[in-house]
């Protein structure tokens, strides 16, 4: 149980156009999803919390118009990220929290995206 | 907000040795501690947790012991065996609900040799 997917698993595209992701709870459902983003060799950096039906909140230095994120149903929150340029290159992990386990996080296989 | 040190970045031991990451956070509201590890260019696996009303737990070679009053915590992996390799997070959390979100340490890389 709790699984989560997440895709595309990895994404290549040009500078100046926007690549969406998305986050599933496979055999859950998730009021609250997370996403990250973590450089090579390196911890993960929490963005934003997604909450299903309200707006997320980002965490400080995220630009939220940069980093769009959805949670509009129990099972799923996409992130989009607007005009990529290549320093947004990275790896994207998003997690999702049980409903009736609040802490406990379980995170999606991450989507690498490179922008060229 | 929370802070969470870990240490050592790295860590080196033989196939059977014990091996013992240790975290401290700021934040002595935090109340939950999981762990997380990570195989190369793989989803971090949450391979144990405690939260702040238990010392220690324990699964089988792994365990992790918490000191409230210290503000630190400690994995601990005993008879470690080759795929045990990868990185480890500690994090931990202030459970108010659907406020709680987790502050992630800085990793350590173990490397079990035969």
């Known amino acids: 149980g709790a699984v989560v997917s997440q895709h595309p698993s990895r994404v290549i595209c040009k500078s100046g156009t926007s690549v969406k992701i998305e986050c599933r709870s496979l055999d859950f459902q998730a009021t609250t999803m997370f996403w990250y983003r973590q450089f090579p060799k390196k911890s993960l950096m929490l963005m934003a919390t997604?909450?299903?039906?309200?707006?997320?909140?980002?965490e400080q230095g995220v630009e939220k118009d940069k980093f769009l994120i959805n949670h509009a149903s129990l099972t799923l929150s996409t992130l989009t990220v607007t005009s990529a340029h290549p320093e947004d290159s990275s790896f994207y992990i998003c997690s999702a929290r049980v409903q009736d386990r609040e802490e406990t996080q379980y995170f999606g296989p991450g989507t690498r995206l490179l922008v060229l | 907000g929370e802070n969470v040190e870990q240490h050592p970045s790295t860590l080196s031991v033989q196939e059977g040795d014990s091996a013992v990451i240790k975290c401290t956070y700021s934040d002595s509201a935090s109340n939950y501690f999981p762990w997380y590890k990570q195989e190369l260019g793989k989803r971090p696996q949450l391979i144990i947790d405690i939260r702040s009303n238990v010392g220690e737990k324990k699964d089988q070679r792994i365990a992790v012991t918490l000191n409230k009053t210290a503000k630190h915590f400690s994995l601990h992996i005993t008879e470690t065996q080759p795929e045990d390799s990868a990185v480890y997070f500690c994090?931990?959390?202030?459970?108010?609900?659907?406020?709680?979100?987790?502050?992630f340490g800085t990793g350590t890389r173990l490397q079990v040799t035969l």
């Open positions: 994090a931990a959390s202030l459970n108010t609900g659907t406020a709680s979100k987790l502050t």
């Open positions: 997604s909450n299903e039906g309200s707006k997320a909140t980002y």
